[in-house]
């Protein structure tokens, strides 16, 4: 079994490009490196597209994902993969435009979840549109015009997003930090990663692995486009960036 992929998107979401070795190519033709800043498609964000420089030449790529046991980060090319073999040196460059809204999308949803109060059973980021969606026992509580308002008071107030790492005790000790029931938060390596939007995260704070830009004035202008029934108390909110005013 090849080594462990460190994800450099982990500590520094804003880096768009790193050199990295190879360690593996799976019998898919999947590139497996050593490092890297392509974001693996998990917890209702999806991977990151782009390409690898290898021997002078680009091989797009065009998912990246976990490998089966969840320690290495496949690159999978849109095409062949090129000269690929193990032990070589490539440079790794993400598509940033689509990078950069989804972070933006992701932290939005995380105020989205922040002004409403109930279970997370769903969700799912895209580059134009994200939803989540809420076990609701009270349909009053969610309101279209209300939320947007809201949301874009709380992009206005450029709140730091900031992260942390508490030992998984801890997180065993607070479950009210678990907002999403249907993604277990990243944990089992002893360690999980805590997301906090304003001081000491007082607009959100929960566990989450995905990218987020560094404050809440970057998410820029949103509107809620639709709430939709799905099932007798889950309510599906859709997200969009709005134009700005
Ligand atoms: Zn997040």
């Not at 690929?84 to 989205?112: C, F, K, N, Q, S």
């Not at 997301?195 to 995905?210: E, K, N, R, S, T």
Request: aromatic share 4%; proline share 5%.
């Amino acid at each position: 079994m090849a080594a462990a992929t460190l994800p450099l998107f982990r500590e520094d979401a804003y880096r768009r490009n790193c050199e990295a070795e190879i360690v593996a190519i799976n019998d898919r033709g999947g590139i497996v490196l050593d490092r890297t800043i392509f974001y693996a498609t998990s917890g209702g964000q999806p991977g990151d597209v782009g390409h690898l420089v290898l021997a002078g030449e680009e091989v797009p790529i065009g998912a990246a994902v976990y490998g089966e046991d969840k320690a290495q980060i496949v690159h999978v090319p849109a095409g062949s993969s090129g000269m690929a073999i193990a032990g070589a040196p490539v440079r790794a460059e993400i598509d940033w435009e689509r990078r950069y809204r989804h972070m933006r999308m992701h932290t939005g949803l995380h105020l989205l979840c922040s002004l409403i109060p109930f279970p997370v059973t769903g969700g799912s980021i895209g580059a134009e549109e994200s939803r989540l969606d809420f076990d609701i026992s009270d349909a009053g509580a969610v309101d279209k015009d209300d939320l947007t308002e809201r949301l874009n008071a709380l992009v206005v107030a450029d709140h730091a997003v900031t992260t942390r790492w508490i030992t998984d005790e801890e997180l065993a000790g607070n479950p009210g930090l678990v907002r999403t029931m249907s993604v277990k938060p990243p944990s089992g390596s002893g360690r999980v990663r805590l997301v906090a939007i304003g001081d000491d995260g007082a607009v959100d704070l929960q566990p989450c692995g995905g990218t987020h830009v560094r404050s809440t004035g970057e998410v820029g202008p949103l509107a809620v486009t639709r709430i939709e029934k799905k099932g007798r108390q889950n309510r599906r909110v859709r997200l969009a960036f709005a134009a700005r005013p």
